[in-house]
C-alpha cells in the first residue's frame, strides 16, 4: 500500500532542519512501542494470533528503528539516509518472516482467541494511531523521516486489520482470518520496506553529489 511515494528532500529541506521536535517526537515513539512489543507479544502467545505475533514482532522491529532513528539524526543526510536503508531492509526481512509464520499457522489450523484479539488490537491502535499523528508533521522529509512516518502509518492499519480478524474468527470459527491479516500485513512490510530502499538510495546519490561539487 506504500508504493513508490517517496519523493526526494535535498539536505537543506526545513524538514531536515526540525531535529528537536523529531527527537522528542522519536523518543515517545520508542517508548511507546517497546511497551506494546511486550503486551502484544504476551497477548499472541496467550491467544495463538498470528497477527498477533506479527504485530509485536513489528513493533519490536519499530522500538529498533527509532532508536537508529536517534543515533543517526544528528548526522549527514548520507549516514541518515543509510539508516533508513537499514531500516528498509528490516521492514522487508520482517514481511518474509511474518509469510513464513502464516503459513506455518495454515498447517496447524487452530484458531486463536477473538476476544483477546480484539481487546488487545484496539489498545494497539490507540497506541499506534497517537504516533502516526505525532509523526504526521515529518512524512515528506529524508528516507529516514520518511521511513519513522511510514512505520507509524502501517502500524495503525496493522491493528485495524487485526480488529477486523478478530471479528472474522469470532464469526467463523476459523484461523483463515488472522492467517489473511497476517499475509497483508506481510505485505505492506515488504512494500514499504522497498519503497525506503528506493528513497534512502536516491538520497545518498543526492549526499555524494553534494559531497562531490
Known amino acids: 500500500m506504500a508504493g513508490d511515494c517517496c519523493g526526494t528532500i535535498s ?54 528503528n527509532y532508536l537508529l532513528s536517534l543515533v543517526v539524526m544528528s548526522m549527514g543526510l548520507l549516514w541518515r539516509a543509510r539508516g533508513a536503508w537499514i531500516k528498509g531492509l528490516t521492514m522487508v526481512l520482517f514481511g518474509l518472516l511474518v509469510s513464513a509464520r502464516a503459513v506455518w499457522g495454515l498447517a496447524l489450523g487452530q484458531p486463536p482467541e477473538p476476544l483477546v484479539m480484539s481487546s488487545i488490537g484496539a489498545l494497539a491502535l490507540l497506541a499506534n494511531v ?70 534512502a538510495r536516491q538520497d545518498m546519490r543526492i549526499a555524494k553529489a553534494e559531497a562531490g561539487a
Open 11 to 64: 539536505a537543506g529541506s526545513p524538514l531536515t532542519r526540525d531535529g528537536r521536535r523529531f527527537r522528542r517526537a522519536l523518543w515517545i515513539a520508542l517508548a511507546v512501542n517497546a511497551v506494546m512489543f511486550v503486551v502484544e507479544l504476551g497477548a499472541g502467545l496467550q491467544s495463538g494470533s498470528v497477527s498477533l505475533l506479527a504485530d509485536a514482532i513489528d513493533f519490536f522491529g519499530d522500538s529498533a
Open 130 to 199: 497517537g504516533v502516526a499523528v505525532m509523526l504526521y508533521r515529518f512524512r515528506l522529509g529524508d528516507a529516514d523521516m520518511r521511513s519513522v512516518w511510514l512505520c507509524s502509518r502501517n502500524d495503525a492499519i496493522g491493528n485495524l486489520a487485526v480488529i477486523l480478524a478478530a471479528a472474522g474468527v469470532f464469526g467463523t470459527g476459523d484461523a483463515w482470518p488472522d492467517l489473511v491479516v497476517a499475509g497483508i500485513m506481510a505485505g505492506l512490510a515488504l512494500t514499504s520496506g522497498v519503497s525506503i530502499l528506493r528513497h
